[in-house]
């Protein structure tokens, strides 16, 4: 079973960027690819971005496309995500999974199968 560890949330300003980082613990337990989810108080887990294995194909969706940035690090087995954060609504825990589904929208939180604890970013005004 594969473990990820995220870092680099914390108290940011609107406006601000910030980095975070995903480490998997081996890279044969992520599947065919790791994605970026958020997850804001009261709503349901969002589909930020993917990053596939194969290929390097990198997917963007909801409402930070346009405004975030992945990348692998594929020594480390390290995924980053840099996000401009906007306002105060972009306040959330940042998830990183792995195992993604064989058939089925990667945006579906539901069909990843591994899950890192978070990491929390909070965005004043």
């Known amino acids: 079973q594969v473990h990820l560890v995220e870092s680099g949330g914390g108290l940011v300003q609107a406006g601000d960027s910030l980095r975070l980082s995903c480490t998997a613990s081996e890279r044969a337990g992520t599947g065919d690819a790791m994605a970026w989810f958020r997850q804001a108080p009261g709503k349901e887990r969002e589909f930020v971005a993917s990053f596939r294995w194969s290929d390097g194909k990198i997917f963007y969706g909801g409402s930070l496309k346009g405004r975030s940035a992945i990348s692998m690090d594929n020594v480390n087995n390290t995924l980053f995500l840099q996000v401009n954060v906007r306002k105060p609504e972009d306040t959330a825990v940042y998830y990183c999974?792995?195992?993604?589904?064989?058939?089925?929208?990667?945006?579906?939180?539901?069909?990843?199968?591994?899950w890192g604890q978070g990491t929390q970013v909070t965005v004043s005004s």
């Open positions: 999974a792995a195992d993604p589904p064989a058939s089925g929208p990667y945006t579906d939180y539901r069909l990843w199968l591994f």
